[in-house]
T-cell receptor
Framework: GAVVSQHPSRVICKSGTSVKIECRSLDFQATTMFWYRQFPKQSLMLMATSNEGSKATYEQGVEKDKFLINHASLTLSTLTVTSAHPEDSSFYIC?????????????FGPGTRLTVL | GNSVTQMEGPVTLSEEAFLTINCTYTATGYPSLFWYVQYPGEGLQLLLKATKADDKGSNKGFEATYRKETTSFHLEKGSVQVSDSAVYFCALREEDSWGKFQFGAGTQVVVTP
């Protein structure tokens, strides 16, 4: 099946620094990618929808200036957590929609564990 | 707003036992319903789905029926294997949300030999 990768798989950073997480679709083109955040023992919370070549659409309550999303190509979307703080520590998961598939054809990455000290 | 509620885990059971994971939802309109599975160290994988009331999704011995009257989509498997140990997520997608999902909290299933 289709594969979505995320890099890095885990990252530890100091408070105040910025961290970039990459999401790549490896064998298909993704016009739309989604970024989720998952807290321990809680559901995945959709943060934003990213369309190739346009600005991301953020969900209510998500700070767009803090979580910068760029979807510059059909196979790559990046999430940058700016000026990270300990409360940003979480598990971040992306998913990618296959442009040739139905809206139900989404593939998820393995996630990135962010720890802010 | 829309929401998905599923039973808390972990659910621990022996090999060949019957598995049920309850999932209920609230939604406007007519959502599609999904079960995703996440094996250790891997991304979420689509397990099965149902797009309208009374549809039954099935895959790998797992089944779930879209019950609009009870707003439920319970996952069942008649005889689990150790390899079924994973976290299972129930999810919905609104009919007009072009891909946005609402997930449940996930249920960890541990199958012992």
């Amino acid at each position: 099946g289709a594969v979505v990768s995320q890099h890095p798989s885990r990252v530890i950073c100091k408070s105040g620094t910025s961290v970039k997480i990459e999401c790549r679709s490896l064998d298909f083109q993704a016009t739309t990618m989604f970024w989720y955040r998952q807290f321990p023992k809680q559901s995945l919370m959709l943060m934003a929808t990213s369309n190739e070549g346009s600005k991301a659409t953020y969900e209510q309550g998500v700070e767009k200036d803090k979580f910068l999303i760029n979807h510059a190509s059909l196979t790559l979307s990046t999430l940058t957590v700016t000026s990270a703080h300990p409360e940003d520590s979480s598990f971040y998961i992306c998913s990618a929609r296959d442009r040739l598939g139905s809206t139900d054809t989404q593939y998820f990455g393995p996630g990135t564990r962010l720890t802010v000290l | 707003g829309n929401s998905v509620t599923q039973m808390e885990g972990p659910v621990t059971l022996s090999e060949e036992a019957f598995l049920t994971i309850n999932c209920t939802y609230t939604a406007t309109g007519y959502p599609s319903l999904f079960w995703y599975v996440q094996y250790p160290g891997e991304g979420l994988q689509l397990l099965l789905k149902a797009t309208k009331a009374d549809d039954k999704g099935s895959n790998k011995g797992f089944e779930a029926t879209y019950r609009k009257e009870t707003t439920s989509f319970h996952l069942e498997k008649g005889s689990v294997q150790v390899s079924d140990s994973a976290v299972y997520f129930c999810a919905l997608r609104e009919e007009d949300s072009w891909g946005k999902f609402q997930f449940g909290a996930g249920t960890q299933v541990v199958v012992t030999p």
